[in-house]
Nanobody, 114 residues
Framework: VQLQASGGGLVQAGGSLGLSCAAS????????MGWYRQAPGKEREMAAT???????NYAAPVKGRFTISGDTAKNTVYLQMNNLKPDDTGVYYC?????????WGQGTQVTVSS
């Protein structure tokens, strides 16, 4: 299984970015996926997760601003980030949770300037 994340970049505070995570080698149908982020000098933390047929879950700091969604036909999970804040700066990783283990994408940098 390979996960390819894309869509990061530099944006001003208040702006928006959309991230994509395309999976190959495995179908996303029935699985749970998530977006995690790691700020400089901090531990990796969950931003949002989505479980097929169950729903979504968001960390408190991003609730109401981020939206996670999935397209099983395209084997892709998305993270739409609105009203970005400097504290959202970090490397964003997508993850696929399966009964065989957790797979991670390579990460994409998101930088929010004040």
């Amino acid at each position: 299984v390979q996960l390819q994340a894309s869509g990061g970049g530099l944006v001003q505070a208040g702006g928006s970015l959309g991230l994509s995570c395309a999976a190959s080698g495995s179908s996303l149908s029935g699985y749970a996926m998530g977006w995690y982020r790691q700020a400089p000098g901090k531990e990796r933390e969950m931003a949002a997760t989505i479980t097929s047929g169950v729903g979504t879950n968001y960390a408190a700091p991003v609730k109401g601003r981020f939206t996670i969604s999935g397209d099983t036909a395209k084997n892709t999970v998305y993270l739409q980030m609105n009203n970005l804040k400097p504290d959202d700066t970090g490397v964003y990783y997508c993850a696929l949770f399966t009964s065989y283990g957790t797979y991670w994408g390579q990460g994409t940098q998101v930088t929010v300037s004040s």
